[in-house]
């Protein structure tokens, strides 16, 4: 049995996902040129999806990682705990988030919050994937999108279930079953 028996739908190729990749990086670079931001992805599920971003930035930049839990199993908890924290300060830094899918966004809000109390000179978010749910609760605008998705639980490229599937190289539904 592959990994593909268990998606029963693919979202986002390969292909697409570079093209999405490419034209943030683009946006980036325009928008922060002589800004030296610093990226902060969130780990464990923004993983491939920084390395592909980053590689389009074409000024300087930084990179740090930021590892903080919200969900267990496919259900937002609610509550957000730091595991792992930035490894240098990031007072007076222009800040940049970058975030496999947004939800609720709740994990977010808790970590603007954090960023904007190390007193980060601007905060903008960036993510892959807008997963748009009625209890969405995220109080900024996010700024870069790579695009929108239906509801359903997507795995894939950096995103899991329960630690798995990370390694697929494509973003695919997840067949219901197999979840609930
Ligand atoms: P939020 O706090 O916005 O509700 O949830 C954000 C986090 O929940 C994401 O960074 C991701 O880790 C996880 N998440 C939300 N929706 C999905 C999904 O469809 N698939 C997976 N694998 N993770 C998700
Ligand atoms: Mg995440
Ligand atoms: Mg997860």
Partial sequence: MTLKNDISEIILTEEEIASLAKSLGEQ??????????????????????????????????????????????????????????????????????????????NTLNSIIDFLQYRKAASVEICTLLDKPVPSRTLDVEVKYIGTKIPDGFVVGYGLDFNEFYRNLPYIGLLKPELYS
Avoid: C, W
């Avoid at 980053?54 to 609610?78: A, L, P, R």
């Avoid at 930035?86 to 947004?102: A, K, Y």
């Fill in 28 to 105: 980036i670079t325009k928008d922060y040129e002589g800004k030296k931001p610093i990226l902060v992805a969130l780990l464990k599920g923004s993983i491939m999806f920084m390395t592909d971003l980053i590689k389009n930035i074409d000024t300087h930049i930084e990179i740090d990682f930021m590892d903080v839990s919200s969900y267990v199993g496919t259900q937002s908890s609610g509550e957000v705990k730091i595991l792992k924290d930035l490894s240098s300060s990031i007072e007076g830094r222009h800040i940049i988030i970058v975030e496999d899918i947004v939800e609720t966004g």
